[in-house]
């Protein structure tokens, strides 16, 4: 078990440009779930797959914003078009669908800064 | 819809102090609820869970109890070391639907000095 791992940890990008993140689950969970957060503030959802079905969507992720699961394995979060306003960290987590008690386990996060 | 209510940090102890981190929720049906941990510059780590009411989630001397009556899930330890210093969030999952999507609380900075 080499726990969710996440790329890049860091990226600074200008306003305007494209950025995509990658994230690698654990082996055997097949569910994976995107989540924001901004400083001060709790992990806010922003879209999970399980196996490569995008199932459920927030308001929170604009139209610039696009997440891909295409094996059912790795997933990526594109953000297009970055905005100031994107500037947080991007945590991907992942599961079992065995039922709302089993644990979702986070990787490190990628932290987005937008110049 | 779900919603979690944390008390407000930053809470900052001594060593060996006794520490409460209040946590409420509102949810429908019967939630399960999870205290995470994040240590600066990380993401957030798995503290303990209870799945329904009455339990005890318990895990490096923090413990905390499914209260369903009064819809509270508070977080203590007996004696804080210096190491605990985080921010610790409280989050639920629903019971209805598949989505199992945590919803978490705004956070709780606490600072612990030698």
């Known amino acids: 078990d080499t726990g969710v791992s996440q790329d890049p940890r860091h990226k600074i990008t200008k306003r305007g440009q494209n950025v995509t993140f990658r994230c690698d689950p654990i082996s055997e969970h097949n569910r994976l779930y995107w989540y924001r957060q901004t400083l001060g503030q709790g992990p806010e959802f922003l879209t999970y797959?399980?196996?490569?079905?995008?199932?459920?969507k927030s308001r929170l992720l604009s139209d610039r914003f696009s997440a891909e699961r295409p094996k059912g394995s790795f997933s990526t979060l594109e953000i297009q078009r970055t905005e100031q306003g994107d500037s947080a960290m991007y945590l991907c987590?992942?599961?079992?669908?065995?039922?709302?008690?089993?644990?979702?386990?986070f990787g490190e996060g990628s932290w987005l800064t937008v110049v | 819809g779900n919603s979690v209510t944390q008390m407000e940090g930053p809470v900052t102890l001594s060593e060996e102090a006794f520490l409460t981190i209040n946590c409420t929720y509102t949810a429908t049906g019967y939630p399960s609820l999870f205290w995470y941990v994040q240590y600066p510059g990380e993401g957030l780590q798995l503290l303990l869970k209870a799945t329904k009411a009455d339990d005890k989630g318990s895990n490096k001397g923090f413990e905390a109890t499914y209260r369903k009556e009064t819809t509270s899930f508070h977080l203590e330890k007996g004696s804080v070391q210096v190491s605990d210093s985080a921010v610790y969030f409280c989050?639920?999952?629903?019971?209805?639907?598949?989505?199992?999507?945590?919803?978490f609380g705004k956070g709780t900075l606490l600072t612990v000095n030698p």
């Open positions: 989050a639920l999952t629903n019971s209805g639907g598949s989505n199992y999507k945590l919803t």
């Open positions: 797959f399980q196996n490569e079905a995008q199932l459920e």
């Open positions: 987590a992942s599961s079992l669908a065995n039922g709302p008690g089993n644990t979702i386990y």
